[in-house]
């Protein structure tokens, strides 16, 4: 069983939820991270119930601390950070974080390099998003609960060290680079010289960075035998894997206990 920590996609595009859900069990996964904005989150709440874990994407160069509030009184397990106009520690972010924590809601940062769409309105400087900046927010602000998305691509070391190194920072392998990699390079990162160092790989989260709600399309199924690879690899324990494959979002969104 997996918990898929990182995704997107058009609730509406699916006729059927309940058949759509069926079949993402089938194939091992039993509920999804949606980043989306607000509304789309709840419509897919809606729709889909509990397989859906909402998270609600904010432009936070324009956002206040309402935002945040309105967001998690609505029902999302956290917000999700990307393209900040300055360094995500800067200290004009530091109200929003503040009521993150507070909330015991999670902060989702897209780390590391962000692709170009077109000719971009708006610069994008991904040294802005790297995993440096995330250690300043956790030095900060110790309890507020962080997923790093993309392990900081490609500061993979950061993120290896960040999130080996603060409490409450998780991190993923998602998006479309990191399974591009070896798997002994990996390998190499969570057991060097083929000794399993678990406090290292214990806050990975599975997670795809594809799209769902695609009639017939299972895209994170690569994403499933990336994980499978390396955790074998390393020789994880069975107790490992399942805090990897699901156990660790559940803690971070505060399933447990529901
Ligand atoms: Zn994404």
């Not at 997996?2 to 759509?20: E, K, L, N, T």
């Not at 399309?217 to 390396?230: K, Q, V």
């Amino acid at each position: 069983m997996y918990i898929d920590s990182h995704v997107h996609g058009d609730p509406s595009a699916i006729d059927d939820p309940r058949a759509y859900v069926a079949a993402c069990r089938e194939r091992g996964i039993e509920a999804i991270v949606l980043i989306e904005p607000l509304d789309r989150c709840l419509q897919a709440v809606e729709r889909f119930g509990d397989f859906i874990i909402p998270v609600a994407r904010i432009e936070m160069d324009a956002a206040g601390v309402g935002e945040i509030e309105r967001c998690i009184r609505s029902g999302c397990r956290g917000v999700k950070f990307i393209r900040p106009a300055a360094p995500y520690g800067d200290e004009r972010y530091w109200p929003l974080y503040a009521r993150l924590e507070e909330l015991g809601a999670v902060a989702v940062y897209h780390t590391g390099y962000l692709g170009t769409r077109g000719r971009e309105m708006r610069p994008v400087q991904i040294e802005h998003m790297r995993a440096a900046q995330i250690d300043a927010i956790a030095r900060r602000f110790p309890e507020l609960k962080i997923l790093m998305a993309h392990y900081s691509n490609p500061w993979w070391e950061e993120a290896w060290k960040i999130s080996w190194s603060h409490p409450n920072v998780y991190a993923d392998l998602s998006g479309g680079t990191a399974i591009h990699r070896a798997t002994r390079m990996w390998a190499e990162i969570f057991a060097p010289d083929g000794a399993l160092l678990e406090s290292s790989v214990r806050k990975l989260c599975f997670g795809s960075d594809v799209r769902y709600f695609q009639e017939g399309a299972f895209a994170f199924e690569p994403y499933i035998a990336f994980y499978d690879r390396i955790l074998d690899r390393i020789g994880a324990s069975e107790s490992l894997k399942s805090q990897v494959y699901w156990g660790n979002v559940r803690q971070l969104f505060g399933l447990d206990g529901e």
